[in-house]
């Protein structure tokens, strides 16, 4: 079944431990990306990556890392978490960048930082 | 002012109803999305839009490109059609970049 998959589902933490949110695709696609989604706000473009070694800055990178190291993993990484980094996080995917291909999210991962 | 506005921001109504969900941008498209996010907050893409009209089941979507504007709609509404629908952009000049509406949350009733 073609899917995202996102690790782990639920997250509780402290403010400065580091974490790791885990991203997978099994559709070889190359266009992988994360946003953050909170109230009133909507969905926000944090890192994308249209291949393997190569990411861009989406619209709210700060405070956030991303590696592409093969062409299925996307993981993104919070060095230092703080509580305004407190949101609903997707993972997606699409074939390729361009207009004719749809995105395919992961099923969210909710964070919470104290 | 945001790039991509949806109205309504909520709405409600009874099973079997014509539902209208609305899209206005502000900025140079390539490709319009709709999404749906379910209760649970999973997002499934419902539709990519660049230009005239698609139709899946009792969805239908469309686009005026001129007019910045794309609507989605429902016909005979089911309360599992209940969902946030979302609306996102992929910019002309930047065809990586996805910029999202803020979503419109539906409420159908038996």
């Known amino acids: 079944e073609a899917q995202v998959t996102q690790n782990p589902r639920y997250l509780i933490t402290v403010t400065g431990k580091k974490l790791t949110v885990t991203c997978s695709q099994n559709m070889n696609h190359e266009y992988m990306s994360w946003y953050r989604q909170d109230p009133g706000l909507g969905l926000r473009q944090i890192y994308y990556s249209m291949n393997v070694e190569v990411t861009d800055k989406g619209d709210v990178p700060e405070g956030y890392k991303v590696s592409r190291k093969e062409k299925r993993n996307f993981p993104l990484i919070l060095e230092s978490p703080s509580p305004n980094q407190t949101s609903l996080y997707f993972c997606?995917?699409?074939?390729?960048?361009?207009?004719?291909?749809?995105?395919?999210f992961g099923p969210g991962t909710r964070l919470t930082v104290t | 002012k945001n790039e991509v506005e949806q109205s309504p921001q909520n709405l409600t109504a009874q099973e079997g109803e014509f539902i209208t969900i609305n899209c206005s941008y502000s900025v140079g498209i390539s490709a319009l999305h709709w999404l749906q996010q379910h209760p649970g907050g999973g997002i499934v893409s419902l539709f990519m839009l660049s230009s005239g009209k698609k139709k899946h089941g009792r969805l239908i979507a469309t686009i005026n490109i001129q007019e910045k504007h794309s609507s989605l709609h429902i016909t005979a509404s089911h309360p599992r059609d209940s969902a946030v629908y979302i609306c996102a952009v992929r910019l002309f000049y930047n065809t990586d970049k996805l910029i999202f509406g803020t979503g419109t949350r539906l409420q159908v009733f038996p």
């Open positions: 997606a995917s699409s074939l390729i960048r361009g207009p004719s291909y749809e995105q395919y």
